[in-house]
Each structure stands twice: as structure tokens, then as C-alpha cells.
């Protein structure tokens, strides 16, 4: 590897971890493009050596989910499992594959991944916007309702003066401006308490989630063969496909998809393992950097509004397809 490889591979790793941290997934599918035009691998070695970067990513977010409890090892492990078989296939076939025809194919995968980079943006937008429209309801309803007094004992009742002997309007007492703000922090609270009752309700009925194992196995193959012919993690196939097959919740889903993702990607690579020479110096420098950046990305994930991150991200990897379609489709 030589020193000008060597400079290139850093920016190029700090990146891809950089999205990787701050978007959550999508991140490795920049790794190809980056192996072939700007690192100077074939097509072939570039996806192979793709699986590495992926690998690294799935580890290090692995383990962070996992401290967060965020994990199920045993329906990861299982659906892992199921997509071995496409990742073998997906190799095998992507070994055998004219390279323009695998770059051609590997730009309209880009265009998709932005699709629904772009869609899981304006997803959370409207889930953002919606609870705090509930928020401000309710808040909105505790101020409507008026201050709550307190009602006075029997024996210390007045009785009531006449209109001509009543003096001025009697200040609000500070106990009920208190009372009002209590009664404003109940309704708010209140409306709290079931937002999170229904979202318990919704993880115990996705606890309950009935799995259909053709289904199941249709769908971890698909994912499988996915990862082994492109060379990519798949996580934006992956979490979708955890949340409606298995029923996960979503933060689940997307901790234990990275289990998913080191399983198959672990699979390809060893089927890869034989084809084909690897740079092994190359790869570790940009798996490392990619390490780097996916710190860096976390942090960042807390300073920038999400939509922001998805729609540049989207943006970035639109150019990159359309460019890499308009280079290899002239040529098939």
C-alpha cells in the first residue's frame, strides 16, 4: 500500500463511520465507490473488501447496543442463521458477475438506499411533530380548564354580602396560583402517562408478534443474499425487516439487525475467502478510520437535527449512483 493509497483511505473511513454514527446505517454502502474510484480496487475486490468495513461497523455498534439492552441475541442469531445460505449464493454469484454490470447494478442499489434514507427521515419528522402537537394539547387543555380552588370548610364559610356592601375584587391568593400550576403539571402528566402506556401496549403486542416461519426465512435469505452480492450491510433492509417479520419495536430492531449484519457479512467474506487476493494493509486502515468516525458521528448525532444528516446523506449518495451509472452503463 502505497503512502498516497494510504492518505486517501483515511478521509475516505472517517466518512463512512462518520454516518455510520450519526445516521444509525447506510454509511457502508459509500465503501465500494470509495475502494474502486478512489482506492483503485477492481469491482470484485472492492465488495469483498467492503464485508470487512462492515464487519468493524457491526462490532462497534453492537456492543454499545448491547450495554443498552437493545439486543435479542437469540431472534439475531436465528435470523442471522437463515441468511448464511443467501450470503453463499450472493458471493458465488457475485464472483461470476461482469464488474460494469455489478457497478451498474450497485448504483441502482445506491438510489434505492437513498430512497429510504430519505422516507426514515420524514418518518421521524412527522413522529416529532405529532407528539409535540400532544404535548402542546395538552398544555393547551390544562390552561382551559382554569385554576382549581379549593373548597372552603363548612364552619368556616361566610355567609355571602350583598352587592351593595361588597368591596373590591379580592386579589388571587398565592395558594391558588399554586393550586393552578399544580393542576396544569397533573393534566400534563397525565397525558404523559398514557402516550407511554400505549407505546407499552404497542411493545407488548409486539411481543406477541405472530412469526410466520416461511416467511421468516424467505425474508433472512433475501437479506443474506443481499449482503453476499453487493458487499453491504443491508441494515436499511434489515430493520424494516426485523420490525414487520418479528415483530421488534424499532430501537430493538436496529440493535440486534447489527448482529444480523456481522453474521452475514462474517458468511460472504468466508465464501469470498478463496476467490481472490485482499489488501489487507488497505482494509484494516479504513475499518480503522471508519471506527474513528463512527465516534465522531455519535457525538454529532446530539448537535445536528436528524432530517439534516438523512437529506444530506441522501443527497451525497444520489450524485455518487448517478455518477456511477453515467461511468459504467456507457460501457456495457
Do not use: K
Not at 157 to 177: D, I, L
Not at 222 to 240: D, E, I
Not at 241 to 247: N, R
Amino acid at each position: 500500500m502505497s503512502v498516497l493509497i494510504a492518505v486517501t483511505a483515511l478521509p475516505c473511513g472517517l466518512l463512512i463511520g462518520l454516518l455510520l454514527g450519526a445516521l444509525g446505517g447506510g454509511g457502508s454502502v459509500l465503501a465500494v465507490p470509495a475502494l474502486v474510484y478512489l482506492l483503485g480496487q477492481s469491482p470484485h475486490a472492492a465488495t469483498a473488501g467492503a464485508l470487512v468495513v462492515v464487519a468493524v461497523g457491526a462490532v462497534s455498534g453492537l456492543v454499545c447496543h448491547a450495554r443498552a439492552g437493545r439486543v435479542r441475541w437469540v431472534a439475531g442469531a436465528a435470523f442471522g442463521a437463515l441468511g448464511t445460505a443467501g450470503s453463499f449464493t450472493g458471493s458465488r454469484w457475485s464472483a461470476s458477475v461482469n464488474p460494469g454490470v455489478l457497478m451498474a447494478a450497485f448504483s441502482g442499489l445506491m438510489l434505492v438506499v437513498a430512497v429510504g434514507m430519505v422516507m426514515r427521515g420524514n418518518r421521524g419528522d412527522r413522529d416529532g411533530r405529532r407528539a409535540a402537537a400532544e404535548e402542546t394539547g395538552a398544555v393547551a387543555a390544562a390552561g382551559a380548564a382554569g385554576p382549581v380552588r379549593p373548597a372552603e370548610p363548612e364552619r368556616s364559610r361566610r355567609p355571602e354580602r350583598s352587592e351593595s356592601s361588597e368591596g373590591p375584587e379580592r386579589p388571587e391568593r398565592p395558594q391558588e396560583r399554586a393550586t393552578w400550576a399544580v393542576s396544569l403539571w397533573d393534566a400534563v402528566r397525565t397525558s404523559s402517562g398514557r402516550r407511554t402506556a400505549a407505546r407499552a401496549s404497542r411493545g407488548s403486542g409486539a411481543g406477541s408478534h405472530r412469526t410466520r416461519p416461511l416467511r421468516t426465512v424467505v425474508t433472512a435469505s433475501a437479506v443474506g443474499l443481499l449482503t453476499g452480492f453487493f458487499g453491504v450491510g443491508g441494515g436499511f433492509v434489515v430493520v424494516p425487516a426485523l420490525t414487520l417479520v418479528l415483530g421488534l419495536e424499532m430501537p430493538v430492531a436496529v440493535g440486534t439487525s447489527l448482529l444480523v449484519i456481522l453474521i452475514n457479512s462474517g458468511a460472504a467474506l468466508a465464501t469470498r475467502a478463496g476467490t481472490g487476493s485482499l489488501d489487507w494493509p488497505l482494509l484494516a486502515t479504513l475499518a480503522a478510520c471508519a471506527a474513528a468516525g463512527s465516534s465522531l458521528g455519535n457525538r454529532l448525532a446530539g448537535r445536528l437535527r436528524p432530517q439534516t444528516l438523512t437529506t444530506s446523506f441522501a443527497a451525497l449518495v444520489t450524485v455518487l449512483a448517478l455518477a456511477m451509472a453515467a461511468t459504467t452503463l456507457p460501457s456495457l
